[in-house]
């Protein structure tokens, strides 16, 4: 009688007894993933998604984040989206400011959160020295962003200047999240991180911006560093949803860095005036670390518990412990 066989085994003509075995999911290393479905069931957030909830009047909440980690609480925590801003520079790469950070190292950052992104709607922010030179070079790297980074949108600082190359990009069907007021890669035109949009002149200026990002296809654009009045009446003009950062909550959403709004950072660190800290990380970070490094000082970790048994007994044990006293023979 014919022995019986797997579904495996019939595919490669082995019986059931020498049928591989199939491969255990129990993971002994501490190095696995994290990427587990968000606890909360939601459908992924998209472009409609947004639209909808900016229709309603439902603010959109965005956060920052630059690894694995931090875009796996974010997720998990039902961020409506997720943005890899070029503030990585800093909070990741330790770099002074984000015009030193490059293409190629916001796409390895990007790629890290679309891995734990399941239901956000991820952003990538495109680093000065990628998109400025001309529409079709900033296609070029929008591109890249989405096919290599796996972003399901870009972002670009710049308003009316920068709209034909919104216009291009959204014409090649990437998503652009514009960036108008204060426009950290231009802080050095702009004389530094200065409030936008403080007289009439400048606040027709953005108003003009926000316009013409508008026009060109953006479908929000980010408001950062305007006083509250004037992002308000931006807000209410458009027919697109704002992102506040700074900029009261007139907008149609908010965002903001996470390491800033975590506390993970050390006690001193300068933080601009619109953020709020909702947590302190970075004291719960040293009082576990201190104390783990205590323990291993003491020998209090780690503990039997924290210990693998041993397989062999104690007569095999002497065994391999006499084994270990004879001399060991020197190779010619």
Not at 39 to 49: D, E, S
Not at 199 to 210: G, P, Q, Y
Request: charged share 20%.
């Amino acid at each position: 009688m014919a022995r019986p066989f797997t579904r495996l085994a019939r595919s490669s003509l082995l019986p059931l007894s020498h049928a591989p075995r199939p491969i255990a999911q129990v993971r002994w290393s501490s190095h696995s993933p994290m990427g587990a479905a968000p606890a909360h069931a939601r459908k992924p957030v998209t472009i409609n998604t947004l639209q909808s909830m900016y229709r309603k009047g439902e603010p959109i909440a965005m956060l920052t984040a630059h690894d694995f980690p931090s875009a796996h609480a974010a997720d998990h925590a039902g961020i409506d989206m997720v943005l890899v801003g070029d503030s990585l520079a800093m909070v990741a790469l330790g770099m002074e400011d984000t015009s030193e950070v490059l293409l190629d190292e916001m796409l390895l950052h990007c790629r890290s959160v679309a891995r734990a992104t399941k239901t956000a709607f991820t952003v990538g922010d495109l680093p000065m020295g990628s998109y400025e030179i001309n529409p079709e070079h900033a296609l070029t790297s929008a591109i890249r962003m989405i096919k290599e980074g796996r972003m399901k949108s870009v972002k670009l600082e710049g308003g009316a200047e920068m709209a034909p190359t919104i216009s291009k990009i959204t014409t090649a069907g990437i998503p652009v999240l514009a960036h108008i007021g204060l426009t950290p890669q231009r802080q050095n035109s702009l004389g530094g991180f200065r409030v936008q949009g403080k007289n009439t002149a400048s606040a027709l200026k953005l108003l003009e911006d926000a316009y013409a990002v508008q026009e060109a296809g953006a479908y929000a654009v980010v408001v950062e560093a305007v006083p509250a009045e004037v992002a308000s009446l931006v807000t209410k003009k458009l027919s697109i949803p704002t992102i506040g950062i700074g900029a009261g909550n007139g907008c149609s959403g908010q965002v903001l860095v996470q390491v800033d709004m975590l506390g993970n950072y050390p006690p001193g660190r300068f933080l601009p005036k619109f953020v709020k800290k909702y947590g302190n990380v970075w004291g719960e970070s040293m009082r576990a670390i201190e104390a783990y490094r205590a323990d291993v000082k003491s020998r209090a970790y780690p503990a039997p518990e924290h210990t693998y048994p041993m397989g062999m007994s104690k007569e095999e044990f002497a065994e391999f412990e006499r084994s270990c006293d004879q001399p060991r023979s020197s190779k010619e």
